[in-house]
């Protein structure tokens, strides 16, 4: 009995106050937010986020986990996610929700029952403040997923540098994610400009221990089986010895000290099978 008189004296008071309310919540998410986002965009998002929860505290009550509470939380996850996009911090969204306890205190809590009325009120906001910071904190996460993903496909270009030769020069660490990024744009250049020859520099590699190693012969393996003969330049004095001491083996890959050895040789060769050809031809 005592829930369903918090509720009905919540609901009076709610739609009784619209206007009054919305402006003061409008008034108190600005001040916090500081003119960053406009007056007509808050009002927006806040004054269909009131009347949904009016709504749902008409039909299902305090309970914020109920069916009728659908539509606030939708609005809720799409305000957070709103909010990581432009920049705002998880304070400032979840402040969005916190600051409309603020300006219902001195209108509920002026006797036992609207004290009581207050508080019941205040912990679902507590609960629909906690989602915002759920949903703000997933968004972030793709947000970042996404920027990672963006500068290692920046990290990674395939470039042409002849007719039937492309390069990949690498810097940084190459790892696995990398290198499949490498071998995806390496192996679609190859078919996209015809080359049979790919160089690929680790000048700006600064170690090569077995497990780069392994992830260079992948790349090239991959390559081979699109018909493209790979050269590895780039072995600094440095690099070198550290391949030898680790014992890794290239095998028949060929290697140079530098990417214009490395050009001068695929073109020589691209030079000898045109040669080849003709020959064949006669």
């Known amino acids: 009995m005592a829930a369903e008189s918090s509720t009905h ?13 919305l402006d003061q919540w409008i008034r108190v998410v600005g001040g916090d937010l500081q003119g960053r986002l406009s007056t007509a965009e808050l009002g927006r998002e806040l004054g269909e986020l009131y009347d949904s929860i009016l709504a749902a505290v008409t039909e299902g009550g305090l309970d914020g986990r109920a069916e009728q509470f659908d539509e606030a939380r939708s609005l809720l996850i799409e305000l957070s996610r709103s909010r990581a996009r432009q920049g705002f911090t998880p304070t400032e969204t979840a402040r969005s929700v916190f600051a409309l306890k603020e300006v219902l205190e001195p209108a509920l809590a002026t006797d036992e029952q609207g004290a009581r009325t207050y508080l019941q009120f205040a912990r679902l906001l507590d609960d629909l403040a906690l989602l915002t910071t759920e949903a703000y904190i997933r968004t972030r996460e793709e947000i970042i997923s996404s920027q990672a993903e963006q500068l290692l496909e920046l990290s990674t270009p395939v ?5 039937g030769v492309v390069g990949v020069p690498l810097v940084g660490t190459l790892d696995s994610a990398r ?12 078919v996209d400009s015809d ?3 790919a160089i690929i520099d680790i000048t700006g590699v600064p170690t090569v221990d077995t497990q780069v190693a392994q992830h260079l012969l992948k790349t090239v393996v991959a390559a081979r089986m699109m018909g493209a003969q790979c050269i590895i330049s780039g072995i600094r004095p ?7 001491a680790l014992g890794i083996e290239f095998g028949d890959i060929p290697t140079n000290s530098s990417l214009a050895d490395a050009l001068r040789q695929a073109l020589t060769e691209i030079a000898r099978d045109a040669e080849d050809d003709v020959k064949g031809l006669l």
């Open 179 to 190: 290198t499949q990024v490498v071998m995806e744009k390496l192996l679609q250049t190859l």
């Open 195 to 197: 080359s049979t020859h």
């Open 9 to 21: 004296l919540l609901v009076e008071t709610l739609a009784a106050n619209r206007d009054t309310f």
């Open 159 to 163: 470039v042409k540098l002849w007719d």
């Open 238 to 244: 440095q690099i070198a010895q550290t391949i030898v």
